[in-house]
């Protein structure tokens, strides 16, 4: 079959292209969050949207226009970098200062032989305030109904005035404007829809991938988070010659609690100590990770550690919670726990050798009377 069969409209290619570069954006930002996760580079996940994306379109804009400088026709990918705009002010939420953005577009302007035309300046001013009012709608709108009419107003309102100073720049006739414009409305909408499904599916996600490994009634991360963390932290540790702690505590006489409150009052007294905790190590190093590793039991691991530089923290943990009472209705629950530390040895050939010595520390503070710490 030859090439004329398969002729398609340049409006049709353009939604496909457009949805084609989103994808490969997606495609690109996860395969860079989960390259920066696997190797536990503590880098904030919108640190790497930002940069991803900022790159990714600046690169999106410059090729596609470079087919076209200098030509009678270069305003035919104005949509698309209006598109790209719109992507990263609004759906990435990029926060740009004002002193990177001029100079962005002063090279642009320069790249597309536009800098010695009025018609471009305003038109390049109009960008940024369209860049500008777009992240400010974004977090005008985070607890409000319709956004997407707010967001296509907006859109209509720019779009105009800056398809009206191309249509000033290049002498277009009035249809070539209105169907550039409409196509720019027919393309942001697409967009919205585009990007409010694939957000979805991910907030899904990270709230399947939070369930997994957090537990429901402390909000801490959970067993199976510990044990993925225990493993990596070991393993590294043992390859770089670093140090690792861990702390280990349990509520005392947890049953008696449940018993003589309730179950409810032991939940509460669980999600304080947990509250408490985090507080703790919030103060200190955020780097230090609590978890629930069972009913009343909690791990707190120290990377980089050795035993004398977590006293300052334990002791501070071991304060908090025994000088705390708990209320619940009208009843007040004193609230102890017995701990045990220690740090990483050559002796420990595996994970689950470390957490026996700990755990045996634990114990050893139980055996001795509880409320109190036993280090070794």
């Known amino acids: 079959?030859?090439?004329?069969?398969?002729?398609?409209?340049?409006?049709?290619?353009?939604?496909?292209?457009?949805?084609?570069?989103?994808?490969?954006?997606?495609?690109?930002?996860?395969?860079?969050?989960?390259?920066?996760?696997?190797?536990?580079?503590?880098?904030?996940?919108?640190?790497?949207?930002?940069?991803?994306?900022?790159?990714?379109?600046?690169?999106?804009?410059?090729?596609?226009?470079?087919?076209?400088?200098?030509?009678?026709?270069?305003?035919?990918?104005?949509?698309?970098?209006?598109?790209?705009?719109?992507?990263?002010?609004?759906?990435?939420?990029?926060?740009?200062?004002?002193?990177?953005?001029?100079?962005?577009?002063?090279?642009?302007?320069?790249?597309?032989?536009?800098?010695?035309?009025?018609?471009?300046?305003?038109?390049?001013?109009?960008?940024?305030?369209?860049?500008?009012?777009?992240?400010?709608?974004?977090?005008?709108?985070?607890?409000?109904?319709?956004r997407w009419v707010y967001y296509l107003g907006t859109v209509m309102s720019y779009g105009a005035l800056l398809w009206w100073f191309v249509k000033?720049?290049?002498?277009?006739?009035?249809?070539?404007?209105?169907?550039?414009?409409?196509?720019?409305?027919?393309?942001?909408?697409?967009?919205?829809?585009?990007?409010?499904?694939?957000?979805?599916?991910?907030?899904?996600?990270?709230?399947?991938?939070?369930f997994a490994s957090h537990d429901a009634l402390t909000k801490t991360a959970n067993f199976a988070a510990y044990s993925t963390r225990i493993d990596y932290l070991f393993q590294d540790s043992l390859d770089n010659n670093l140090n690792l702690s861990m702390m280990m505590f349990d509520i005392d006489h947890f049953k008696k609690i449940n018993d003589t409150y309730g179950h409810l009052a032991g939940d509460r007294v669980l999600q304080t100590v947990a509250q408490t905790v985090q507080t703790v190590i919030d103060e200190n190093d955020s780097h230090v990770q609590l978890y629930r590793t069972g009913g009343e039991e909690f791990n707190i691991l120290f990377a980089g550690y050795d035993l004398e530089s977590t006293a300052t923290i334990v002791q501070q943990i071991f304060a908090a919670i025994n000088h705390q009472a708990v209320h619940y209705n009208d009843k007040i629950i004193r609230v102890t726990i017995s701990a045990g530390v220690s740090q990483l040895v050559a002796a420990d050939h595996t994970p689950d050798d470390f957490y026996e010595r700990v755990d045996q520390n634990l114990y050893q503070s139980k055996r001795n009377g509880r409320m109190q710490i036993t280090s070794a």
């Open 1 to 146: 079959m030859t090439w004329s069969y398969w002729r398609i409209s340049p409006f049709v290619t353009s939604i496909f292209f457009i949805l084609g570069v989103l994808t490969l954006y997606w495609v690109l930002y996860n395969w860079l969050t989960r390259w920066f996760h696997k190797r536990h580079i503590n880098v904030d996940d919108n640190t790497i949207n930002a940069w991803h994306g900022t790159i990714y379109m600046l690169v999106f804009v410059f090729v596609m226009q470079a087919s076209v400088v200098g030509k009678a026709d270069s305003w035919q990918f104005m949509n698309f970098q209006l598109i790209g705009i719109i992507f990263c002010g609004f759906f990435l939420h990029i926060r740009i200062p004002y002193y990177f953005l001029f100079p962005v577009v002063l090279i642009y302007m320069l790249f597309n032989h536009s800098i010695y035309y009025w018609e471009s300046w305003v038109y390049a001013a109009f960008m940024i305030l369209l860049f500008w009012n777009l992240n400010a709608l974004r977090t005008w709108l985070q607890k409000r109904k319709f």
């Open 168 to 210: 000033l720049k290049f002498n277009l006739d009035w249809s070539t404007y209105v169907q550039e414009y409409v196509y720019l409305l027919i393309f942001a909408l697409l967009l919205y829809a585009y990007v409010s499904m694939l957000t979805q599916d991910s907030e899904i996600k990270l709230r399947l991938a939070q």
